[in-house]
């Protein structure tokens, strides 16, 4: 029998390498050399072995050569009448596996060919190509990275043969989604946003010929505000529209200068964009996807009933694929669904797609709901409207007024003094500076304008983009009350930054710390400090004298992914408790020290390093004699499968508060933490892809310490009550996305705080209040941090 079944094996052989055409180089076997290592091939055996069966060294697992009633031949390890280790199948249509098993189904690392020629090497799990995988289709197409359930789903590198073209960036549901790199063979790339296989959102578009856009994209089109710019150094910025003309309003200006020219000039007009040859040959090439993927095709065991053999269940498949295989970029309709190739439940009771964890069963305790959009729209009738105007037309002309060119980013002395200000009057009727408005007369102070330019080049930030962000014509958004310090917050339209008032003492501290910031961020890319783009003041004329300081900042939680729990850690206990009841409790909720229920687990090569940068940071902010500072971070629980048929639970609080703590004062609130923007929607990502990104030097692109980190978090209970500021491990893990930030870093050791420490000193423990020496506040920060951020065993 076992000459017959090498017999089947060659004359399988041949057939498939006539359909696939393969070299003589890969004539040795059809499975090429990926699997010589892990697989025992047939032709390796005794050539004295006469019997279907060879024991191994266990009783239980087998070498088996089987060859099925429906055609089918299977050869490998055997363990209770089920394919389990290495081993490979062939079907009689032609496709073949040959790679690790589990309990009859293909679990591990293998690979799968079809007739066309097309083959998928890499990670599967319960049948699906899921993991990190390299899919070569039959036209040539090649995809490298990240799969979820048969599709890519997460960082991927897709090459198209026919085209040249090429993207690398992320990918949900098979089609491109997120931030992702389009090159085309011309020489032309946008750089951006993404959104079922089209470019929405943010993005860069570089022509071939040396030109820009750069702005917001709808729908394939430049869409919103806008900045077009030519390679001669001339650039036009509006709002862009392919509709009608009304729908689109710009300032144009020429090469080498500041003057301002009618948008609808005979120079230049936004339909030629449109309509001419810029956009028009930027089509995106169609993804090829399998005729049928591996998840479907069924592997025939012996059965338990008789000898009979029964059919392990393969979903089929109900995606909108045309007939050519090819994935329609509008019409993804199976992902959810329970009989999809795609995703979905063995019927018979097998172990499923996610039947090897039980951390989504951990997250269905969660109920869990990403925060609305906060704040509300600043428009007329506004108490702060006039003030909203102000510091709009402040920052245009701020940004907007010509100066020399950043050739270094090395400044003198000087820019960092004190009295570096520039003081501009604002009359209604304008000036020769500045245009005409419908606000009050007001003056405008800059402060050190020449470092906060530096720092807006050295933290990439496009000047265009940060006028379009804070001046556009989206009004701010006033976030719901002022923090404890009694500043006001002001969120931009597209929650890029955070615009905050300040008191005379903050400003004073953070001029005096200016040098030391500067040369801070340049030193250390990744640092976790809040990053600062701009500091003014508005002083309006007339009896009141009014004078409103502010600072510009980024908006921590400025990601794509939602934002389920905040925590803002400080290291202390005192009032250091959220005073809700767990019913009022959602994600735009601000959760503490005694609220935390959770340790942060990091991949190594992470967890190095966040400790180097946190010891920086506060060594600066020790050195700089600050304290106060707290770390803000935000998770994202990975939702890695909805059933449309399960309803939602109601949304519960992510954090239990400990019983018997709770106290209605409100010590050591963090103003900045309470108002912090939330993420938008997120994709859904596999435990493969978050370990193989973290693992993968070629993928940090996107990720960044303290922004999009993939990690597991482990509940914790406390036993103690308050006197147990870090709970016990309970075992319960979850994959999650976390964000986070040192903020509130302007709050020097003053005589205020001395007396605060003196006064809380006398009634609690000196160790559990926030107001402490800088020493003392930074030692404890860090002794607490590092408690609760753990390296991943």
Not at 59 to 78: A, C, I, R, S
Not at 292 to 303: D, F, H, L, N
Not at 375 to 403: A, C, D, F, W
Request: with cysteine.
């Amino acid at each position: 029998m076992s000459k017959e079944y090498k017999g089947i094996v060659k004359a399988w052989e041949a057939t498939v390498r006539k359909s696939q055409g393969f070299t003589k180089k890969r004539s040795h076997t059809i499975f090429g050399t990926m699997m010589s290592a892990t697989v025992a091939h047939a032709d390796d055996e005794d050539p004295s072995s006469t019997t279907t069966t060879t024991t191994t060294t266990t009783q239980q697992q087998q070498q088996k050569e089987v060859l099925l009633p429906n055609g089918d031949f299977y050869t490998g390890e055997w363990v209770e009448g089920l394919p389990h280790g290495c081993g490979k199948y062939l079907w009689t249509d032609g496709c073949m596996y040959c790679g690790e098993w589990q309990k009859g189904k293909t679990t591990g690392k293998g690979r799968f060919t079809w007739p066309s020629g097309a083959s998928y090497e890499g990670d599967f799990k319960v049948g699906y190509m899921d993991g990190r995988g390299t899919y070569t289709g039959s036209s040539g197409d090649t995809y490298k990275g990240c799969w979820v359930m048969n599709l890519k789903h997460g960082q991927g590198i897709q090459n198209y043969a026919a085209t040249g073209d090429c993207y690398d960036g992320e990918w949900k549901k098979g089609l491109q989604d997120g931030h992702g790199k389009y090159q085309w063979k011309s020489g032309t790339n946008y750089v951006g946003e993404w959104s079922g296989g089209i470019m929405n959102g943010n993005g860069v578009m570089n022509f071939e010929d040396g030109n820009r856009y750069d702005g917001n994209w709808e729908d394939g089109f430049p869409k919103g505000n806008g900045t077009y710019r030519w390679v001669d150094g001339g650039y036009y910025v509006g709002v862009w529209s392919k509709g009608e003309a009304k729908e689109r309003s710009g300032t144009y200006y020429t090469a080498g200068s500041q003057q301002e020219e009618a948008a609808e000039s005979s120079e230049w007009d936004q339909q030629e964009l449109f309509l001419g040859e810029s956009l028009s040959g930027c089509k995106i090439s169609v993804t090829e996807v399998p005729s049928i993927y591996p998840s479907q095709k069924a592997c025939y065991v012996p059965g338990s009933d008789a000898g009979s053999f029964k059919q392990m269940k393969a979903h089929s498949y109900d995606g909108n694929s045309s007939a050519d295989g090819r994935l329609s970029n509008y019409s993804m309709s199976s992902w959810e669904g329970s009989d999809s190739g795609v995703g979905g439940v063995d019927g018979e009771g097998e172990e499923s797609y996610y039947g090897y964890t039980n951390m989504n069963e951990n997250l269905n305790k969660l109920r869990l709901q990403p925060a609305k959009k906060q704040g509300e729209t600043i428009s007329k009738g506004h108490k702060n409207y006039e003030l909203m105007l102000n510091l709009q037309l402040g920052i245009r002309h701020s940004v907007g007024r010509p100066g020399p060119p950043l050739t270094s980013l090395d400044l003198k002395s000087s820019a960092f003094d004190p009295r570096e200000k520039v003081w501009t009057k604002f009359p209604p009727e304008g000036s020769k500076y500045t245009v005409p408005h419908q606000s009050c007369e007001f003056r405008w102070k800059d402060y050190c304008p020449l470092v906060f330019r530096t720092l807006r080049k050295l933290f990439n930030v496009d000047p265009a983009d940060y006028m379009i962000s804070i001046c556009g014509d989206d009004a701010l958004r006033e976030l719901s009350s002022p923090g404890k310090s009694g500043s006001f917050f002001y969120l931009t339209n597209d929650d890029r930054y955070m615009i905050k008032t300040m008191k005379k003492a903050e400003v004073k501290v953070l001029i005096r710390m200016l040098p030391a910031y500067y040369n801070h961020v340049r030193q250390f890319e990744n640092t976790l400090v809040t990053k600062y783009f701009g500091l003014h003041c508005v002083k309006l004329t007339g009896p009141n004298q009014k004078k409103v300081r502010f600072i510009i900042m980024g908006n921590l939680f400025n990601t794509e992914y939602a934002i389920h729990r905040r925590f803002d850690l400080k290291g202390s206990s005192h009032g250091r408790i959220t005073c809700k009841p767990e019913s009022e409790i959602d994600a735009s909720t601000t959760l503490k020290d005694l609220d935390l229920n959770y340790l942060f687990r990091l991949q190594r090569v992470w967890y190095q390093e966040f400790c180097r940068q946190v010891d920086r940071d506060c060594e600066l902010l020790e050195q700089e004699r600050v304290m106060d500072y707290s770390l803000l971070v935000g998770i994202h629980f990975r939702e890695s499968f909805h059933r449309p048929d399960i309803p939602t639970p109601p949304r519960t609080s992510g954090a239990r508060t400990p019983t018997g703590l709770r106290t209605p004062t409100r010590n050591g609130d963090n103003a900045e933490s309470d108002h912090a923007g939330g993420g938008g929607g997120a994709p859904r990502l596999s435990k493969a892809e978050i370990d193989k990104l973290v693992l993968d030097p070629s993928r940090w692109a996107s990720i960044k310490l303290g922004m999009n980190m993939p990690a597991r978090v482990e509940k914790t209970v406390r036993r103690d009550g308050e006197t147990q500021l870090v709970g016990e491990p309970t075992g319960e893990l979850y994959q999650v996305i976390l964000t986070f930030g040192i903020i509130d870093i302007l709050q020097d050791y003053d005589i205020s705080k001395k007396l605060e420490h003196a006064y809380k000193s006398m009634q609690y423990d000196p160790t559990s209040i926030s107001a402490v020496d800088p020493k003392q506040y930074s030692r404890r920060f860090r002794d607490f941090i590092f408690k609760v951020f753990v390296e991943e065993s």
